[in-house]
């Protein structure tokens, strides 16, 4: 029996360095994800701005279990206009506007669909969905404020031994240790930013 299942990871952290060598840094996929431990690879396909992640965890029974995303990278400015000031189109807003009202960054993470089939269950070979919004503020002394939303979607295949739990618990209990893995995971791999930039972490 097929099972969704979504994991989630919400949280802030402060880095010490400054803002554009943060947003730098956390836009590049393949070295930030090098540092999950559930990541077996980071590359580029050649959809512009599309990336492929393997990522790779043990099931129950010690078998390989892969999942592969496709994910859609985008960035855009976080651009906060005083009450003095309406503008329903973006468009209409001036270069001189933009930076001097311009308050952080966001990058964003999306499922791109790709076409052809990438599932192979009988090898434990899943596709998953991967959703993320990154919001990027500058801060004084050199620091940068990151607050992160990130949410995967997976679908597996259940063992017949949970069969015998009825399908509202087995998702529940999927769900929460998904999100579990998921938000220790993002913890050790922000851990490992801020130790690579050389300061102190600190998360909020």
């Not at 959809?47 to 592969?68: A, L, M, S």
């Not at 618990?169 to 995971?185: C, D, E, K, L």
Request: aromatic share 14%; net charge negative.
């Amino acid at each position: 029996m097929e099972m969704d299942a979504t994991g989630v990871s919400r949280g802030e952290w402060i880095f010490h360095e400054e803002f554009d060598r943060t947003f730098s840094y956390l836009s590049d996929q393949k070295k930030i994800l090098g540092f999950n431990p559930f990541c077996h690879s980071v590359e580029p396909t050649s959809i512009e701005n599309v990336y492929k992640w393997h990522f790779r965890v043990t099931d129950p029974q010690n078998n390989p279990f892969d999942v592969v995303f496709y994910v859609e990278q985008s960035d855009e400015l976080l651009v906060q206009l005083p009450e003095h000031i309406q503008c329903t189109d973006p468009g209409e807003l001036t270069d001189e506007m933009i930076a001097l009202y311009t308050v952080g960054k966001k990058i964003g993470w999306r499922h791109y669909p790709i076409e052809g089939q990438i599932e192979d269950p009988g090898n434990y070979l899943f596709e998953g969905k991967a959703f993320g919004e990154l919001y990027l503020h500058p801060m004084i002394e050199s620091r940068t404020r990151v607050h992160f939303d990130l949410r995967i979607d997976v679908r597996f295949i259940l063992y017949p031994a949970f069969r015998i739990i009825p399908e509202q618990i087995i998702r529940s209990m999927t769900n929460a240790g998904m999100s579990f893995i998921m938000q220790s995971a993002t913890n050790k791999m922000f851990h490992c930013i801020s130790k690579d930039f050389g300061n102190q972490v600190m998360k909020v």
